[in-house]
C-alpha cells in the first residue's frame, strides 16, 4: 500500500505541486500556500478521531481515509479539466490541502495502532523495513514522472492537462491501496 502513496508522492503530499498549481492558476503567494498551511491543520484530526474511534472500526478509517484522498485527489482533477471559474479550482486544491491533512495524519495514526495490535514485534519489524526500503525509492520515481509530466516533454499535456494528469494518476494509486 504504501508503494503506491508513495508513487503518488507529488499530489498526496502537499507542498511544491498544489503551490505551483494556485500560481499557474493566477494566486497570489499567500494562496498560493494556503494547500501547504491547511495540510497541517489537518493533522490535528487524529487527536480527536483516535479518543472516539473504538477500536474494532480501526482498519476501517484506515479504508476509509485512503478512499476519501482517492476522492479528493479526484475532485481536484475534475476541477482542472471541467470548464469552471478559474477561481472554483483553487478552491479546490485548497481544500484538498486540509481534507488530505486530516486524511494522511488519521491514515498513518491508525495505520501504526493496527500494526500495534495485530501483529508481533518481529513482524512489525519486517513490514517496516520493507516499506521503508521501497517507498521512498517509489516516491523518487513518482517525483521524476512528476517532473517530466510537469517540464512539457508530453507535447499533449498543456496546462492545466499535465497537472491534472498527475492528481488522476494519483487517485488511482491511492484507490489500489
Known amino acids: ?17 498544489p503551490a505551483t498549481l494556485c500560481n499557474r492558476l493566477g494566486a497570489n503567494a499567500t494562496v498560493a500556500n494556503l494547500p501547504a498551511a491547511t495540510y497541517l491543520m489537518g493533522g490535528i484530526a487524529p487527536l ?22 482517492a476522492v479528493f ?14 477561481w472554483v479550482p483553487l478552491l479546490v486544491v485548497v481544500g484538498h490541502g486540509f481534507f488530505q491533512g486530516i486524511a494522511y495524519s488519521t491514515a498513518t495514526v491508525f495505520t501504526l495502532q493496527c500494526l500495534a495490535r495485530g501483529t508481533t514485534q518481529a513482524g512489525r519489524n519486517r ?12 516516491a523518487v520515481i513518482g517525483s521524476l514522472a512528476a517532473q517530466y509530466v510537469l517540464g512539457g516533454h508530453i507535447r499533449q ?7 491534472a ?3 488522476a494518476f494519483g487517485s488511482l494509486c491511492l484507490l489500489a491501496v
Open 73 to 86: 485527489l479526484g475532485l481536484v482533477f475534475l476541477a482542472l479539466v471541467l470548464p469552471f471559474p478559474h
Open 165 to 167: 494528469s498527475l492528481y
Open 1 to 17: 500500500g504504501y508503494a503506491f502513496i508513495f508513487l503518488a508522492a507529488p499530489v498526496t503530499y502537499v507542498d511544491v505541486v
Open 127 to 138: 513490514m517496516l523495513q520493507t516499506t521503508f526500503f521501497l517507498a521512498p525509492v517509489c
Open 157 to 163: 499535456l498543456k496546462f492545466p492537462y499535465d497537472f
Open 48 to 69: 480527536f478521531l483516535s479518543m472516539t474511534v473504538p477500536h474494532r472500526l480501526e482498519h476501517a478509517i484506515v479504508v476509509y481515509a485512503n478512499g476519501l484522498t
